[in-house]
């Protein structure tokens, strides 16, 4: 037992100590916000440790509810561990595949994304620029060995330095300081002093000071601030966030959201900017002016795509254009350059209409786009470019910019397109009748790709876009597998809270059953379903004097309006809801056989993966979503682990020894059980009643009747049976960090008369200097720091 020494004016109950993964030693103060004290950090003994507590708050104790979440106010929760865990997205196979011109289409794709994909890190936090700025400055000065060198000749610990790259490749890996799942803050791992006393003996440094130490001034104190609101992302003084300025309330994003609704406009490529003025000379009330910005690269304004400030609900807004200029002009450039390789058609239609939407921010175009994308079927290189997902946003309306580049994996891809060829026999097993379903279900291209490159704050295992609603019902959609990332992803040495013959099972299991669980989730779950819809010739897309709701037997009275969307209503919960719902498709229609032999299951294999699957999607509910779970705001931070935790809750309420959950060490160790004989019975009956619910109210529009339900399944008891807010503390204590992918490059290479045009693959170690490299070799130049520097400026009024 090692005893730490606190200093007589410090009261020990006020103190924890944890020891982190790198054999260092963090104490955090119970009763202080951990962002006004610097924590003690990689100590090789008790004899080395200093003590520094600076400006500490007073009054901020926290009160019994809080401490339910131990964990959570730890350092660790908001730091990566030295151990960090990095892999490489391999994808030299497919790439040597491609012919010289299909590997020049894929080259420029890239580059367009790789630039886009620097727009997330405006979109997720005010310093996140200014932050990569400032290390990638510091990382093209010179290379990693010679900065240690320098930082280890002034006193800084090799664990430090560590800490240091790792915290690096952090914020490389989720564009930003907040988490690509789970939007939790990343702080580093070592002290502020060792932090400021590597940028200051870097070369970066020693050539441009004023800049560096600029940087620095700016940052320092929000890089590692704890406090309450820059815990997380969201909306006000529930989190940080830069798709609103810093004064925006959800009143405020509730006001925008009606304002674009009455314009028939939608907010995928915007962001909002609130000041304030007098309402009148008389008047002491202020009234609120918003800006709506739409990303591109013209700043001017456009009567076809900008609006004129008016007066709106006693507010004053307008539309302007212009946002995040810079950074899509070589967007644009380089989509230009890929139509010169483009196979067909609709390739070359699809980069236009791309260009105009982000030379001019009309969203119409995006839209135009990604009718050509689902046109252009079985491409050799798949990608898709823009303001796609809407999670990060806090008001479920604005999108994250996203590109990715990827070639196509034939072999997994012929199951997938199996799969969608049986799509019409498997639809009517859903619990829902024909009437809840689309008119014609438009075969989509689904395809498993090896990921080239994906630029935006993370790499999900699977896709199903576009999102605009009206594209998906009436003209279709894509999905895609990213075949490399899944086996990937999946590695785990550890599986807790099982027995061991279940571990066993998910280690032989889980990467097949999570092909199968995606290829129905992305196929079946976000493509299946009809949005009930009054149109703008007043008739309706459906029967209105014959469909009932099957909940209550009723005439269907509910609907959404001409200019009402999914999102718009749904707003924030959207998200969530609609992952649970695939989710629970893909469980309930992995118990078909015939899918299972689809992708080349039969027998007792088939019977495990069915097994497999479920346990696996409980198990994340049980072990991992609690991760995602903010106890002092009470907020999910994670749309697919609310919708994990939700379809557990499901299981459990469902009772008959389906599936169980008990403390089997008090305070140290869960044991999640689950009944493999019940799943086609006791199981299916559940997720399929849930389910049915679940797309009536989504058909309906009927976001009260969704909510009240969402929300008693997402609730985190702190007592009863299941106390899930304490287990928290358990789930915490086994959890494990998530991975980074260091991603290959491009290049070319020849060009003149004599040498044609060739591209080569750059491959890179899985390990934090690997990743620097990565993207030093990505973004050699050195304007690109004072182009982020540029835009931080333009907006730092509000948000500083």
């Given at each position: 037992m090692i005893?730490?020494?606190?200093?007589?004016?410090?009261?020990?109950?006020?103190?924890?100590?944890l020891k982190t993964n790198s054999g260092s030693y963090h104490i955090s103060r119970r009763t202080f916000s951990a962002a006004n004290m610097e924590k003690i950090a990689n100590c090789n003994s008790i004899m080395s440790v200093k003590w520094k507590v600076n400006n500490v708050k007073r009054g901020h104790c926290l009160c019994h509810s809080h401490n339910l979440s131990t964990m959570s106010d730890d350092i660790s929760h908001f730091t990566l561990p030295n151990h960090q865990p990095i892999v490489a997205l391999e994808c030299k196979t497919a790439f040597n595949a491609l012919t010289d011109k299909e590997r020049l289409y894929a080259h420029y794709l890239s580059q367009a994304a790789w630039n886009g994909g620097l727009i997330v890190l405006i979109q997720t936090s005010p310093e996140s620029p200014l932050i990569f700025a400032l290390l990638h400055s510091i990382f093209c000065a010179q290379p990693v060995a010679e900065l240690k060198t320098a930082a280890l000749g002034v006193g800084v610990t090799e664990d430090e330095f560590t800490a240091f790259l790792v915290y690096a490749a952090g914020i490389y890996s989720n564009s930003g300081n907040y988490k690509s799942f789970g939007d939790s803050k990343i702080i580093p791992n070592l002290q502020k002093s060792k932090f400021e006393a590597i940028v200051r003996v870097s070369k970066a440094h020693t050539v441009l000071p004023e800049r560096i130490q600029s940087l620095w001034t700016k940052i320092e104190g929000r890089l590692y601030s704890l406090e309450e609101k820059?815990?997380?992302?969201?909306?006000?003084?529930?989190?940080?966030?830069?798709?609103?300025?810093?004064?925006?309330?959800?009143?405020?994003?509730?006001?925008?959201?009606?304002?674009?609704?009455?314009?028939?406009?939608?907010?995928?490529?915007?962001?909002?900017?609130?000041?304030?003025?007098?309402?009148?000379?008389?008047?002491?009330?202020?009234?609120?002016?918003?800006?709506?910005?739409?990303?591109?690269?013209?700043t001017n304004d456009d009567p076809k795509i900008t609006l004129p400030e008016e007066i709106f609900e006693d507010a004053k807004l307008k539309i302007t254009r212009g946002d995040y200029s810079k950074l899509l002009i070589p967007v644009i450039e380089n989509l230009r350059k890929a139509k010169e390789y483009a196979s067909n058609d609709n390739e070359v239609q699809m980069l236009d209409k791309y260009v105009n939407h982000f030379t001019t921010g009309s969203l119409a175009d995006h839209k135009d786009g990604s009718r050509f994308w689902i046109k252009d079927k079985g491409p050799v290189i798949e990608t898709y470019i823009g303001f796609i997902e809407t999670y990060r946003d806090p008001a479920g309306q604005r999108a994250e910019f996203e590109g990715f580049v990827a070639m196509v994996n034939k072999e997994m891809s012929q199951k997938f397109t199996t799969l969608v060829s049986k799509a019409e026999e498997l639809l009517p097993k859903l619990p829902w009748g024909k009437d809840y379903e689309k008119n014609e279900f438009l075969r989509p291209d689904f395809t498993s790709l090896d990921v080239l490159t994906f630029a935006g704050s993370g790499i999900p295992a699977g896709i199903n876009i576009p999102n605009y609603d009206e594209i998906r019902e009436s003209e279709g959609f894509k999905n895609v597998s990213l075949g490399n990332v899944i086996p990937a992803n999946m590695k785990q040495d550890i599986i807790p809270f099982l027995s061991d013959e279940d571990q066993a099972l998910m280690d032989k299991f889980r990467v097949q059953s999570f092909e199968v669980q995606v290829g129905l989730h992305e196929l079946l779950g976000h493509g299946s379903g009809k949005l009930f819809r009054k149109l703008a010739s007043g008739e309706y897309n459906f029967d209105i004097h014959s469909v009932r709701n099957p909940l209550d037997g009723e005439l269907v009275t509910k609907f959404f309006n001409e200019t009402e969307t999914y999102d718009s209503k749904f707003g924030a919960m959207g998200s969530s809801y609609e992952e649970c719902r695939a989710e629970a498709v893909g469980l309930y229609l992995s118990l078909e056989k015939d899918i299972l032999k689809i992708f080349g299951h039969e027998g007792q294999n088939a019977e495990d993966i069915i097994y497999v699957n479920w346990l696996s999607l409980l198990w994340n509910g049980c072990g991992k979503a609690l991760e995602m779970y903010q106890p002092s705001t009470k907020k999910w931070l994670q749309a697919h682990s609310q919708a994990r935790f939700v379809l557990l809750q499901v299981c459990l309420e469902a009772g008959e020894g389906l599936v169980s959950v008990t403390e089997t060490e008090p305070g140290k160790n869960l044991r999640l059980v689950l009944d493999r004989t019940k799943i086609p019975t006791v199981g299916k009956r559940a997720i399929g009643d849930f389910l049915r619910k679940l797309q009536v109210y989504?058909?309906?529009?009927?976001?009260?009747?969704?909510k009240e339900m969402y929300d008693k399944y997402s609730k985190v008891p702190e007592t009863g049976e299941r106390p899930w807010a304490l287990w928290r503390n358990i789930i915490l204590s086994r959890k494990q960090p998530s991975k980074i992918f260091v991603q290959s490059n491009t290049f070319i290479s020849g060009g003149s008369e004599s040498t044609p045009a060739n591209v080569v693959l750059k491959s890179y170690e899985p390990t934090c200097t690997g990743m620097i490299e990565s993207w030093v070799d990505r973004?050699?130049?050195?304007?690109?720091?004072?182009?982020?520097?540029?835009?931080?400026?333009?907006?730092?009024?509000y948000f500083f």
């Open positions: 005893k730490l020494h606190i200093p007589r004016f410090i009261s020990k109950r006020m103190y924890r100590c820059a815990r997380s992302l969201g909306l006000g003084d529930k989190g940080t966030t830069t798709y609103f300025s810093a004064n925006c309330t959800t009143e405020d994003a509730d006001l925008v959201n009606r304002f674009m609704q009455s314009k028939g406009l939608e907010s995928y490529n915007a962001r909002c900017f609130k000041t304030q003025e007098a309402a009148d000379v008389s008047d002491k009330k202020n009234r609120g002016v918003y800006e709506i910005r739409l990303a591109s690269a013209e989504k058909s309906l529009g009927d976001f009260d009747a969704a973004f050699p130049s050195s304007e690109l720091p004072s182009t982020l520097i540029e835009l931080w400026t333009k907006d730092q009024a």
